[in-house]
C-alpha cells in the first residue's frame, strides 16, 4: 500500500510514519509537510535512509501539492493539523485555514485521484468537557476553543463528503498523546525539560483539570488498524483509559526525576479550559486494539527520553520556542 501521512514531520505523525514501517515491510509512505514551526525532519531521521519513505515539503491548503502526492496514492492519513489550544486562543486564523480549509483540499484530492480510504485524524476535545461518565462516537459535539472548533469543522466537511460523494472515509478522536518527538509546547515536554533544566513548571488555575493519556505508541497502533479494518464511514475513539489530573501529572514528571513541587507555579486560566474529557473506546476495542503501555511506563519512558536527547529540545527552545513562551507565560522562568 502507498501512503501518503500529511503532517508526518510532526509528533504523532512522525510515530506513525515509524511505525507504518516497521510493521508493513510492503507499504510505502510519502510525508507531505509543511514543516512549520512544530514540523522538524529530526523527527524521521531514522527512517530518512528507508527507500520506502519520501518527504515532499509542501501545504495541504495547496491543490497542486496535495494533487502530486495523491496520484498513486491507496491511503491519505490526515495528521496536519493546528493543533495547541493556547495559540488557538491568540491566533485562530491559522487554525482554520490548515484544519478546515486543508482538510476540504485533501477530501476533493481524495475524490479526484481515487483515492481508496482517507482517514482523518481528530481529538476528543471536540466533545467539550464531561463532568462525568465517558463520550461515545454519536454524542454531540461542543468544541471550546478555536481549536477545537476547527477540528470538528474539518470532522463536518469529512462526513458530509461521505454522505454527498461517497469518499471512502474512516476517523479518530484520540486523547492526550505523550511519548517522544513532541514539541516542547505541549504540558508533557514542556514540563519535562523545564524541569530538566530547573525551571518553573506553569499550571493552569487549580491543577485540576483532567485529561485521559495515551502512550503515542499505543494510539498510532490504533491508528494504523482503523485504517486497514475499520468500518467505511465510521468514527472511532482512541484513549488510554488514563484519567490523571493536570497537577498529578506534574507530580509524576518531578518524582521520576527525584524532584518536589518547588518549581510548580500557579499560572492564570486559560480562557474556556474544559474541565475533564473521557472516552468510550468500546468501538475501537472490538476490533482488537488495546492500549498496551501503562501510564507509569508511559511516562518514565518519555521523561527518559526527554533527558537522552537534549541536543534535540535544546535547539527548539532556542528559536521560535523561545518567543512564544515569553510571550505566554511573561517569561517565566524560575
Not at 509543511?34 to 519513505?53: C, E, F, I, M, Q
Request: glycine share 10%.
Amino acid at each position: 500500500m502507498r501512503i501518503v501521512v500529511t503532517g508526518g514531520a510532526g509528533f504523532i505523525g512522525s510515530n506513525f510514519v515509524r511505525l507504518v514501517l516497521a510493521e508493513h515491510p510492503g507499504d510505502k509512505v510519502v510525508v507531505l509537510d509543511k514543516l512549520t514551526y512544530a514540523g522538524n525532519l529530526d523527527n524521521l531521521r531514522d527512517v530518512s535512509g528507508d527507500p520506502r519513505y519520501s518527504f515532499v515539503k509542501g501545504d495541504i491548503c495547496d491543490p497542486e501539492a496535495v494533487d502530486e502526492v495523491a496520484a498513486g496514492a491507496d491511503a491519505i492519513v490526515n495528521f496536519a493539523a493546528e493543533t495547541h489550544v493556547d495559540r488557538s486562543i491568540s491566533g485562530p486564523e491559522d487554525f482554520i485555514r490548515t484544519d478546515v480549509i486543508g482538510t476540504h483540499v485533501l477530501l476533493d484530492a481524495v475524490r479526484a485521484r481515487g483515492v481508496a480510504r482517507f482517514l482523518q485524524i481528530s481529538t476528543d476535545e471536540v466533545y467539550g468537557d464531561i463532568a462525568e461518565g465517558a463520550s461515545v462516537e454519536t454524542d454531540v459535539l461542543r468544541p471550546s476553543s478555536p481549536y477545537s472548533a476547527s477540528k470538528a469543522s474539518g470532522e463536518l466537511l469529512v462526513l458530509a463528503y461521505r454522505r454527498t460523494y461517497g469518499t471512502p472515509i474512516v476517523m479518530t478522536r484520540s486523547s492526550n498523546n505523550y511519548g517522544p518527538w513532541q514539541y516542547p509546547e505541549k504540558i508533557v515536554p514542556l514540563f519535562v525539560t523545564n524541569a530538566l533544566d530547573r525551571q518553573a513548571l506553569p499550571i493552569y488555575g487549580d491543577g485540576r483539570n483532567v485529561r485521559d493519556w495515551i502512550y503515542v505508541d499505543d494510539n498510532c497502533r490504533a491508528l494504523d488498524l482503523v485504517l486497514r479494518e475499520g468500518a467505511d464511514g465510521e468514527i472511532y475513539n482512541v484513549g488510554g483509559g488514563n484519567e490523571v489530573a493536570n497537577l498529578d501529572l506534574t507530580r509524576g514528571i518531578l518524582a521520576e526525576l527525584g524532584l518536589g513541587e518547588e518549581l510548580v507555579r500557579y499560572v492564570t486560566d486559560r480562557p474556556g479550559h474544559d474541565r475533564r474529557y473521557a472516552l468510550d473506546c468500546a468501538k475501537v476495542r472490538a476490533l482488537g486494539w488495546e492500549p498496551r503501555v501503562s501510564f507509569a511506563e508511559g511516562l518514565a519512558r518519555t521523561v527518559a527520553w526527554y533527558g537522552e536527547h537534549r541536543e534535540w529540545w535544546e535547539k527548539i527552545k532556542s528559536g521560535e520556542w523561545r518567543s512564544y513562551y515569553e510571550r505566554q507565560y511573561h517569561g517565566l522562568t524560575t
